[in-house]
């Protein structure tokens, strides 16, 4: 295959990728990877390069839409991007050091997992939950605009939110993904914050999490120009489309849809990494 | 009183927020546009090229460091103009970060200016501290 030739079968790919990522909430990301790696023979490596671009540009160009709306609370999103950060710099220096298998194998168990979570009902938050301590120290509390007036919050457990961020960031350091799934779990479950202030927040805080593992995958000779030129616009264009299309419904079958080939190609992944055809 | 204050401080994060988004808004754009540019060059070049990605080789020393980057973007090598493009595509979100501490300044936040240094500092030492850049 010529370069051209294949330039513009990723790009398109990542098109799709980005427009289905940003329409159902679950990133690009997430299958630009298996994409590269099992459908085009991208060694893992590269491939987590370029979707770690990607992701970047996704987050940064879908915040613009997010804060119109006002609901995202920058004082958690930089209080926890203290978590995510370093955990992206110790999830891209354990890329460096296991094998491509053993990175395989975690994909796989996170797209799976990804996925299961995309399927379960949410619960749903006790609004009414009493002020924490730590949490007013940090000023986190916050409210924002609802049909019905300004809705105020609390948040809640900030060590164990904080905690699961620092796994979040790791997961995206370490896979080349927004791990958006996680965070928006960790806010929205463990932290008791309500959901469209998580997954607002969530995506404000992916692309600096992404940045901090950016830099050593680059100087590590991990980002490939020619492979990410393709995936960064292709990803970019799609998933601005998907933004404009769609900013909060998220629609229920194309969510499903999408999650059973997440699980699918997890499972090649799981495969693959366990057999070291990788 | 208390709220009167409490929502006046959600107005200038609301304005503070706004502005961020500009900015990330306009890094993506302009990094798309140098991406774009260095694509166009370097699939003229090398579009007939066969493709190599299944062996993993690690990107040439001039490609992994800013200032190898910025000495193949000014020679016009379409690789160093798109990875310049992804430079600046990583920059954009850091100087968000940077840009948030002036806003919480502003707002006389001391403890979130301190939580913004900190994150500014751990993203200086991944883009700094790691060997070969």
């Known amino acids: 295959m010529s370069i051209l030739e294949f330039s513009l079968i990723v790009a398109a790919g990542s098109l799709v990728a980005g427009f289905l990522g940003a329409l159902t909430g679950l990133g690009g990301g997430v299958v630009i990877v298996p994409m590269l790696s099992l459908l085009l023979g991208v060694d893992i490596r590269y491939a987590i390069g370029a979707s770690l671009v990607s992701v970047i540009a996704t987050s940064s160009g879908a915040a613009a839409a997010y804060v119109r709306e006002g609901i995202s609370n920058i004082r958690i999103g930089m209080f926890l991007e203290v978590a995510t950060t370093l955990g992206a710099i110790a999830g891209a220096t354990l890329a460096t050091h296991i094998s491509t298998g053993a990175v395989s194998i975690v994909f796989g168990l996170v797209l799976i997992g990804s996925a299961f979570l995309s399927w379960k009902p949410r619960v749903k938050n006790a609004s009414d939950a009493s002020p924490d301590a730590l949490a007013t120290r940090l000023r986190l509390n916050g409210s924002f605009p609802e049909s019905g007036g300004i809705r105020k919050y609390h948040v809640r457990r900030v060590p164990l939110g904080w905690s699961l961020m620092f796994g979040a960031g790791t997961l995206s350091g370490l896979l080349g993904i927004g791990s958006g799934a996680m965070k928006v779990l960790a806010m929205d479950q463990a932290m008791r914050i309500p959901f469209k202030v998580s997954t607002t927040t969530s ?10 593992s950016a830099g050593i995958y680059l100087s590590r000779g991990y980002i490939d120009p020619g492979l990410s030129m393709p995936v960064m616009l292709g990803v970019l264009a799609g998933s601005l489309l998907g933004t404009r299309v769609l900013v909060k419904v998220h629609p229920k079958w194309l969510r499903r849809v999408f999650s059973i080939v997440i699980v699918v190609l997890g499972s090649e992944m799981l495969y693959k990494g366990i057999s070291g055809k990788i | ?47 007939h ?85």
Not at chain 1, 203 to 212: D, P, R
Not at chain 2, 23 to 44: D, F, K, N, P, Q
Not at chain 2, 74 to 94: C, K, M, N, S
């Open chain 2, 49 to 133: 090229t066969r493709v190599d990605y299944r062996v993993f080789h690690g990107e040439p020393a001039d490609l992994r460091s800013v200032s190898g980057i910025v000495r193949d973007t000014l020679a016009l090598r379409g690789e160093g103009i798109i990875q310049l493009g992804l430079l600046l595509l990583i920059a954009t979100p850091v100087a968000r970060v940077a840009f948030s501490i002036f806003g919480f300044a502003e707002e006389h936040d001391r403890m979130y200016v301190v939580i913004t240094i900190i994150v500014l500092l751990v993203l200086i030492y991944s883009l700094m501290g790691s060997p070969g850049l």
């Open chain 1, 203 to 212: 995506n404000f805080m992916i692309g600096v999490t992404a940045a901090a």
């Open chain 2, 1 to 47: 009183m208390a709220q009167e204050e409490s929502q006046e401080l959600g107005w200038t994060d609301h304005r503070m927020e706004i502005l961020i988004g500009k900015l990330l808004r306009a890094g993506v754009l302009l990094s798309a546009v140098v991406v774009l540019l260095g694509g166009t060059v370097y699939l003229l070049r090398h579009g």
